[in-house]
């Protein structure tokens, strides 16, 4: 009985192998999510097994060319440029996230969609060469 | 039930197959990275494990898999320990949307392109946090450069497809094969600025050569995975040559025809006659190709990596966000009249037109670009900003 089911489900599988009939497309992607992880956690878990631990006081210092470091917190305050461009790319990627559905529909809105979307370029636009102009894009 | 079961077993035997699949071409990327070093450089190369040293690569992995895992004494513990793990998953969640073949895809999203760009871009968290938990002074630095510079590029990869995707018109990634298999002409003929662009904001997101600033080992040691060692290292190492595939396979998908022979347009099949071979042929050509294809754009990284010097990070910003964004920008609205130009005219028009505007708009931009600098770098001394 319950052989004939697997030797069933087996041909199934063999003979249709590209199809799935009853899960949602997304369902692999989180079968594979958790995949990675096992094998990303499994392997760090199986290392312990193996690797030696001597640490010593010298080994966990902070690496600086084998002498103390002249600073031994380095979380501390950072170039504000780079912050400057964290705003710049939110500002950019979201306009990307709208351009990405009218591309895929782009021939079914024709020229009324195509001129619609030059108006929201051109707006970006002034915006971007006023960053430019006002030297957010300069790194010195 | 049966039918669900049925299903979730497919699924994990593909999910074995690729990663099984991809940690071996992570391996063997390796070797091919030092061999073609090698040959550059006229030298040999990895030699001494197994024949022209064709074992190199396991006795790496296993050289790590046994070493001494050191953790800082004034690291993040918790963080650093999450954040390879976050750095190796993100690129291994990308390739279940990768159709490898028509027969042989894990599964087929129809929003595939959309979810690689999502899912890819938390790659940055995983390096970010690296440089923050080691809290030593070149991991730190290297992961704020990290940061800055693939947000930074990450723009311009993103416009560089939507040109492709006029002409797809789908976002599932065996749609555009698909599409360029009945169209017949690869999105890379019609997208050249996009192709390009593309690439190259793809070796800048995988931190590889000329734009490899996050880990320049002449100033930043390591960069942000100096304080790693053993499998942790292994990890971010095992991320960056998954990235490559992954770029790679994407540039493969949406520029240059996935799975398509590129004799395609001689209508060669194989002959009925030859009967389990042929239903093997047709399952194996195309991912030969798709393969062939990741493989000649891997080794185009490769031998760009050993053939160009680093860029300085104001030059690599200024690439970014003055020459490509642009140009992404202008490439879209080009792409969009190059629609219409197709839809109305027959092909012996419509090439030369239509890379006749292209190097006009490349040519133009340029000059744009360079006057547009110049005038604003005037008026900013103008204004002592400087």
């Known amino acids: 009985m319950i052989t004939d089911v697997i ?5 199934d599988i063999f003979t249709n192998f590209n199809t799935y009939r009853e899960i949602d497309p997304f369902i692999p992607i989180v079968l594979f999510l958790f995949a990675a992880l096992a094998f990303a956690i ?16 010298i080994k966990l210092s902070p690496y ?77 | 039930m049966e039918g669900i079961v049925r299903d979730v077993i497919i699924a994990l035997i593909k999910i074995a ?23 550059i450089q006229v030298r040999f190369g990895p030699m001494r494990v197994g024949p022209h040293g064709l074992l190199q690569p396991i006795a790496d992995g296993l050289k790590l898999f046994i070493k001494e895992d050191i953790m800082p004494r004034q690291a993040d513990k918790l963080i650093f320990y999450l954040s390879p793990v976050i750095c190796l998953v993100p690129a291994f969640a990308v390739l279940a949307v ?48 990290s940061a800055a510079q693939m947000v930074s590029y990450e723009v311009s990869l993103g416009l560089s497809v939507i ?16 599409k360029q298999m009945t169209t017949g002409v690869w999105f890379v003929f019609l997208q050249p600025v996009g192709f390009v662009i593309y690439f190259i904001c793809g070796l800048a997101e995988t931190n590889r050569l000329p734009f490899d600033l996050p880990e320049a080992e002449q100033e930043l040691v390591a960069g ?25 396979s994407i540039a493969t998908t949406v520029f240059l025809g996935g799975w398509g022979s590129p004799f395609a347009f001689l209508g060669i ?39 160009f010097p680093r860029y300085r990070y104001d030059q690599l910003m200024n690439i970014g966000w003055k020459v490509l964004l642009p140009f992404a920008i202008l490439n879209i609205i080009f792409s969009g009249l190059e629609f219409t130009l197709y839809e109305e005219l027959d092909w012996y028009l419509f090439y030369p037109l239509a890379w006749l505007i292209m190097g006009v708009m490349v040519v133009f931009g340029f000059r744009l670009i360079k006057n547009f600098d110049q005038f604003s770098y005037s008026k900013m001394r103008e204004e002592g900003i400087e």
């Open chain 2, 224 to 248: 942000f995975h100096t304080e790693y060692s053993a499998m942790k290292f292994a990890f971010f190492f095992l991320a960056e040559y998954t990235n490559m595939i992954v770029v790679s």
């Open chain 2, 163 to 178: 040109g492709a995707l006029i002409f797809a018109e789908s976002l599932s990634m065996v749609g555009i094969v698909e």
């Open chain 1, 7 to 11: 030797r069933a489900m087996a041909k």
């Open chain 2, 269 to 307: 099949e194989f002959p009925r006659s030859l009967g389990i071979v042929k239903s093997v042929l047709d399952f194996g050509m195309p991912i030969f190709w798709f393969l062939l294809k990741v493989f000649l754009l891997m080794f185009f990284m490769i031998w760009v990596r050993w053939t």
């Open chain 2, 98 to 145: 990768i159709p490898w073949g028509p027969d042989f895809y894990i599964t087929d999203l129809n929003i595939g392109l959309l979810y690689i760009f999502a899912v890819a871009s938390l790659g940055i968290f995983g390096i970010v946090m690296a440089g923050w938990a080691s809290n030593s002074k070149y991991p730190m630095l290297g992961g704020l450069r």
């Open chain 1, 64 to 140: 600086e060319c084998g002498v103390e470091p002249a600073t031994p917190d380095t979380r501390g305050s950072y170039n504000v440029r780079y912050f400057l461009i964290a705003v710049l790319f939110i500002i950019f990627d979201v306009e990307t996230i709208f351009l990405f559905p009218w591309a895929v529909v782009f021939k079914k809105i024709e020229l009324f969609g195509f001129i619609e979307m030059l108006i929201f370029i051109v707006i970006l636009f002034v915006g971007y060469f006023y960053a430019w102009r006002k030297g957010a894009l300069e790194w010195v």
């Open chain 1, 42 to 57: 499994g392997t760090l878990l199986v290392t312990i097994i193996f690797r030696p631990s001597k640490p010593d006081d």
């Open chain 2, 17 to 39: 197959i690729v990663l099984g699949g991809v940690a071996l071409g992570v391996a063997y990327s390796t070797y091919l990275e030092r061999k073609v070093a090698g040959w």
